[in-house]
């Protein structure tokens, strides 16, 4: 009875071996999900790097922060975007960087939401000059998009950190 | 490193001030903290008025407030009539000129939007925004 119901049985085994491959497709996937929005905040935060002084106008044009404010911003933020993405690709303070990055989409579309509300023809400066053109539809869809893949992360990073 | 999702966030956010602080050093010159306009693109109403005769004064200002009262002289070009009002700067300007674009106050951006334009769409040498726009010159003179 105990060798028939063995888990090394050629049946178990071979099951056990499917779900180790499908868990291993999945994590495959999640990881090319960590590039692809590391990716997203590093590009965007080098592009601002690159360029301060106008990225500094282009928070100043949202009208919401004083011009002192906005320069240590236009410094700051995009050195932060790097930082998290960075930390999501080398899982380095891997939940930290999710939450900061999460709480920058917010940020930026409420800024974005507030612009538009008041009737502020802006560029919102998320992407340099590749953004400058962008429709204000555009802007929610690339944030909403970037916060979803974010909360998706963050889940599959928690069942993750539960399996472990 | 197993830390609190907090203490993950504060020390990431801790790292990115490194480079920020060092990039803030490298850009000391060409960005001012005290203005959005370098000071190198801006004068003074004194410093304006010794250009003298040398100088074309911009009033960036509605056109309102440009009829209620402006810099003597000077031409208007606001953003609302700019294609109606740019080729009667140009036909004042020469080479050589120096330009001077004032709006209301300090905290008005008309006048650093439309040296901007200035000097990238009319290829305008030479142009300045006027420290403390109008308030300023009013200050001065009156």
Redesign the interface.
Known sequence: MRETSNIESPVNAASLGVRRSAFGVWRFLWRTLDFIVAGIFVYAGALK?LD??QF??DI?NFQILP??IS??LA??QP??E???GV?LVFR??????L??LSALIVVFTLAIIAAKVRGLDITCGCFGHASQHWSFPAHLATNVAILALLALLFKAGEQRRRTD | MKLSLTRQALVLAALSLFPAMGEAIYFRGKISWRSPIPPSEMVSVDQARALGGNVIWVDARPDEEFARDHVPGALSLNEDRWNELLPQFLAAWSPGKKVVVYCSAESCDLAREAAERLRKEAQVPDVFVLEGGWEAWLKKNR
Do not use: D, T
């Not at chain 1, 380095?92 to 960087?97: D, T």
């Open positions: 790097v301060p002084v500094a106008h100043k011009w002192p320069v240590a410094f700051y050195w932060l790097i930082f998290c930390g380095f303070f891997y939940r930290g960087a939450c900061i």
